[in-house]
């Protein structure tokens, strides 16, 4: 089973990732910096400032029935070397009788001390966090380059659900129950997450029910939503793409939820907690919201933004 710990401000959500992911015996914690909801950094010196990165990720591995006793490898990355004293000091006084294996680097100088996001919907989210750095939407190339081989793709009346499999249980039930409706003629497609191959163990109401189980050996995730007109979940990044396709979008309310509340709020997308809120004939697709998820034509942005990096005085007199 896996449990993540939440990054308590909107750049988890915005750039997609948790502070901590428990699967089986193996926790990994992400990178850690002593910065605030608003990415200032926390007051203090270098030591200060480690003394409370620990504290925090202390904090996580609690949460997930661990502790800082439990670790195994520290990677400690500094912008400036002459500050490795002082961060030595604070992983000493907490790991001094641990002694995880480590590893004390300087962080490379930055090109920018810039932040490249997929669209203006992400360079919007991370504003209104209060995010100091400067923002910069460049597109999705590897999910434009997955598209552009399936532009002849059929569209058919189709709702794909979006499993996982810490929902799994309660999205199956509303699967079931949205396919048993009488008067809606969507086809329901249900697609499992890899860690979902018992499948037929865990949710054995979908052997009998009149849905399409789609374990992902047949065809990508790209191709089932390229082929449907609606989908539904709860807290995947899957949802994100297709939204970009245009898919009209329901979220679940389980947990999960509150990484797709900002397209809830913006009304890209609805909040439903049963089958009986779907309507019986799904909306047309729609791209309105399309661009601001991924900014088109990826690579030739990303390209400008280098180029322009490259040009900047402070870097041309330093080449």
């Not at 997609?16 to 914690?29: P, T």
């Not at 002694?99 to 996001?117: E, F, K, M, Y």
Request: some cysteine; glycine content about 8%.
């Amino acid at each position: 089973m896996r449990r993540n710990v939440e990054v308590t401000n909107a750049w988890g959500a915005a750039i997609g990732y948790s502070r901590a992911v428990r699967k089986g015996n193996l926790i990994v914690v992400s990178g850690t910096a002593a910065s605030g909801p608003n990415g200032a950094m926390f007051p203090g010196d270098p030591e200060a400032q480690t003394r409370e990165v620990l504290a925090r990720i202390g904090a996580a591995l609690e949460e997930l029935g661990a502790s800082l006793a439990d670790v195994v490898e520290t990677r400690v990355f500094l912008s400036r070397m002459a500050d490795w004293e002082a961060v030595g000091r604070a992983h000493g006084a907490v790991f001094g009788n641990i002694r995880p294996a480590t590893t004390l680097l300087q962080a490379g100088a930055l090109i920018a001390d810039d932040l490249l996001v997929y669209g203006d919907f992400w360079k919007d989210l991370l504003a209104s966090a209060g995010c100091p750095a400067r923002v910069v939407s460049v597109g999705f190339a590897h999910f434009e380059s997955m598209c552009e081989r399936r532009l002849e793709s059929r569209r058919e009346n189709r709702i794909v659900f979006l499993s996982q499999s810490v929902v799994g249980q309660r999205l199956t039930q509303i699967a079931v129950e949205l396919a048993r409706r009488p008067e809606f003629t969507p086809r329901v497609v249900y697609r499992l997450h890899p860690d979902e191959r018992d499948w037929k163990k865990r949710y054995p109401h979908l052997r009998d029910a009149p849905i399409d189980v789609d374990d992902g050996q047949g065809q990508s995730l790209y191709a089932t939503l390229q082929r449907a007109r609606a989908q539904i979940g709860a807290g995947s990044f899957a949802m994100y793409e297709g939204l970009a396709m245009g898919l009209t979008t329901y979220v679940a309310d389980l947990p999960g939820k509150e990484y797709l509340q900002p397209v809830i709020d913006a009304g890209a997308a609805r909040c439903i907690r049963s089958a009986a809120e779907i309507p019986a004939e799904l909306p047309a697709r729609h791209a309105a919201f399309a661009e601001r998820i991924f900014r088109p034509r990826a690579v030739d942005q990303v390209l400008a933004y280098f180029d322009s990096v490259l040009s900047r005085p402070s870097l041309a007199r330093s080449a």
